[in-house]
């Protein structure tokens, strides 16, 4: 499985530097990185996430989804607690950007191309328990530890985003026997194809607008990936490996949970007037360095496993 990472982390890789080629030639602008990135967002995850519901419902499937659902909650809680122990706060320092950057991961946009390559419609069914808890904690957790203020409104809107909406309507689909019709079906199908390659060429853009020669001598960045691509993985790996649990919904979890840092981050500071350039940087660097992270932590996982 960790060779499966390794090619799949690769070939993200090279697809971001599509992204990035493009932002510099100016085939791509950040306006319509942001239009290309909302599209992605509201209708092909989405779509991934319904589609990844279409089958047929078995007890075991139901089960791992369940166990998933309280893997996904428990992991958050090891995480915040981990990362307010291990980055205390202090004056002059972007405290609340390294947080949020080490607690919350790039689960959608890198976590669903790799649990399809993985363990394919079935991981992407278990990767979208996380997903749901992440949405939730991310708009009412992050944003009080981004502002210090609480947004109800932005809590209230989590629960009619498209993607919480595919997600309800994909269990209910799962539950209740639905199931597409041949010709949506296929053009769904379609869409879905769309995810990963779009999904790391909008971060490739992204990337682009990072000021390499600022990241590279800031010594919070490394601390920051540190922190969000090894320390919290090796902690959730011991947590998760001997647990008497699908090998298959672990591995889902724990790459969800261990991809590089959201860019989230870095559009919520843009739109509190926070340090996005840093953020960027953070993004920048952990996306780079997971190609090398994801698959030792999934190799560690593995072995630990069989212990």
Not at 78 to 97: C, D, F, Q
Not at 144 to 154: F, P, S, V
Not at 204 to 220: F, H, L, Q
């Amino acid at each position: 499985m960790a060779s499966i990472i390794l090619n799949q982390t690769i070939i993200m890789l090279l697809l971001m530097l599509v992204g990035i080629l493009c932002r510099r030639t100016g085939i791509i602008s950040s306006s319509s990185n942001r239009e290309l990135s909302k599209f992605l967002l509201q209708v092909v995850n989405p779509v991934v996430i319904f589609m990844s519901y279409q089958t047929d419902m078995k007890p075991e499937l139901v089960k791992n989804l369940l166990i998933a659902f309280g893997l996904s909650l428990a992991t958050f809680a090891v995480m915040i607690g981990a990362v307010y122990l291990i980055i205390p706060s202090k004056e002059g320092r972007e405290t609340e950007i390294e947080r949020f950057s080490a607690i919350y991961s790039n689960c959608s946009f890198m976590g669903i191309p790799l649990a399809d390559a993985m363990f394919g419609k079935e991981g992407v069914f278990y990767l979208t328990a996380f997903i749901t808890v992440f949405n939730i904690i991310v708009w009412t957790h992050g944003i009080i530890l981004l502002t210090g203020e609480r947004d109800m409104k932005a809590v209230v809107k989590v629960f009619y985003s498209p993607t919480m909406i595919a997600i309800v309507l994909g269990i209910v689909a799962f539950f209740a026997g639905f199931r597409l019709p041949s010709l949506p079906s296929r053009v769904c199908s379609y869409i879905t194809e769309l995810n990963t390659p779009m999904a790391m060429i909008v971060s490739g853009v992204s990337m682009a607008e990072t000021k390499v020669t600022d990241m590279i001598k800031n010594i919070g960045v490394y601390k920051t990936c540190l922190i969000r691509l090894i320390i919290l993985p090796v902690i959730l790996s011991l947590c998760l490996s001997f647990l008497p649990v699908s090998e298959k919904v672990v591995l889902v979890i724990l790459v969800a949970a261990s991809s590089p840092p959201a860019a989230m981050c870095t559009l919520q500071c843009l739109r509190f007037g926070k340090n996005y350039l840093y953020s960027s940087e953070i993004f920048t660097a952990g996306t780079v360095l997971s190609v090398i992270s994801l698959p030792v932590i999934v190799k560690i996982t593995e072995f630990l496993t069989k212990i």
